[in-house]
């Protein structure tokens, strides 16, 4: 089996910053893909960034030029920076993993970043 484990959440300043950090542990694998959504109250689940195997990286346009995602494919850990929080940014944020040729997605549990005035 695989788990995700989420780490850097918390309550920041608008205008602040967090880095939120993401590890998988458990069945040696390949990563295809590793991706960061987040959930805000009342909203749908959104996408906020991901990374390929190779290193390209897509980003929501809400967060573009912000946020920064990153990745360690020998540790299959992934790192979200997040810059010039607002206040739309609260959220619970999830991270997500893709395994290369089998497709299995695993998700995290969720921490909860909180962006106040």
């Known amino acids: 089996q695989v788990q995700l484990v989420e780490s850097g959440g918390g309550s920041v300043q608008s205008g602040g910053s967090l880095r939120l950090s993401c590890a998988a542990a458990?069945?040696?694998?390949?990563?295809?893909?590793m991706g960061w959504y987040r959930q805000a109250p009342g909203k749908q689940r959104e996408l906020v960034a991901t990374?390929?195997?190779?290193?390209?990286?897509n980003y929501a346009d809400s967060v573009k030029g912000r946020f920064t995602i990153s990745s360690d494919n020998a540790k299959n850990a992934s790192d979200l920076q997040m810059n010039s929080l607002r206040l739309e940014d609260t959220a619970v944020y999830y991270c997500?993993?893709?395994?290369?040729?089998?497709?299995?997605?695993?998700w995290g549990q969720g921490t909860q970043v909180i962006v106040s005035s």
């Open positions: 458990g069945d040696r694998f390949r990563i295809g893909v």
């Open positions: 997500n993993v893709e395994r290369l040729f089998t497709g299995l997605q695993y």
């Open positions: 990374i390929t195997w190779d290193g390209t990286t």
